[in-house]
T-cell receptor, first 116, second 115 residues
Framework: GAGVSQSPRYKVAKRGQDVALRCDPI?????LFWYQQALGQGPEFLTY????????KSGLPSDRFFAERPEGSVSTLKIQRTQQEDSAVYLC??????????????FGSGTRLTVV | GENVEQHPSTLSVQEGDSAVIKCTYS??????FPWYKQELGKGPQLIID?????GEKKDQRIAVTLNKTAKHFSLHITETQPEDSAVYFC??????????????FGEGTQLTVNP
């Protein structure tokens, strides 16, 4: 597609519920990133994929967070047993190249997660 | 890890005036510094970036300067227009083979351009 597509755009979850957030990157983009953006804050790094390989997951805040990109295209961010502090906008970004040649992210519009 | 500080948090200017947003970073190994514009309900959009081997870069009404010695970089917008109103984020990264261009963002600046 023309841009990075994320779904759903909005998600309301009850505390303790599991959620899955989807990201469709730009076709052919090697690199894919997930960021978490709390209200009024800058995005914070969660995890990075180069094709299907998850090369960096050091930003995931707990073992309740899990991300995958099994075929090197679509990615899913899963949050188990959601808590109120998980409420945020989850942003996905992709980039054409990988590694050190990787410049110029394109971000999606994000999924706004509200945990009640 | 890297820490990026951004000032001011809010900035209000009259249409046609210039706007300047400043950022400092902590890790001297950082070598890539992009700026993003985020409108309400949308994801951040890259507007300009600079690499550590360059001191200044300009693209029409937007320019970025980098002072590696002082570890700070700035965004300059000239001849501001109401459509420039948005939240602006600076970011810094260390380009590594395994982490691509993982970015550390500043806290953001809400720019308002008054007609």
């Amino acid at each position: 597609g023309a841009g990075v597509s994320q779904s759903p755009r909005y998600k309301v979850a009850k505390r303790g519920q599991d959620v899955a957030l989807r990201c469709d990157p730009i076709s052919g983009h090697v690199s894919l990133f997930w960021y978490q953006q709390a209200l009024g804050q800058g995005p914070e790094f969660l995890t990075y994929f180069q094709n299907e390989a998850q090369l960096d997951k050091s930003g995931l805040p707990s073992d309740r967070f899990f991300a995958e990109r099994p075929e090197g295209s679509v990615s899913t961010l899963k949050i188990q047993r959601t808590q109120q502090e998980d409420s945020a906008v989850y942003l996905c970004a992709s980039s054409l190249r990988g590694g050190r040649a990787n410049y110029g992210y394109t971000f999606g519009s994000g999924t706004r997660l509200t945990v009640v | 890890g890297e820490n990026v500080e951004q000032h001011p948090s809010t900035l209000s200017v009259q249409e046609g005036d210039s706007a300047v947003i400043k950022c400092t970073y902590s890790d001297s190994a950082s070598n890539y510094f992009p700026w993003y514009k985020q409108e309400l309900g949308k994801g951040p959009q890259l507007i300009i970036d600079i690499r550590s081997n360059v001191g200044e870069k300009k693209d029409q009404r937007i320019a970025v300067t980098l002072n590696k010695t002082a570890k700070h970089f700035s965004l300059h917008i000239t001849e501001t227009q109401p459509e420039d109103s948005a939240v602006y984020f600076c970011a810094a990264s260390i380009r590594r083979e395994t982490s691509g261009s993982r970015l550390t963002f500043g806290e953001g600046t809400q720019l308002t351009v008054n007609p």
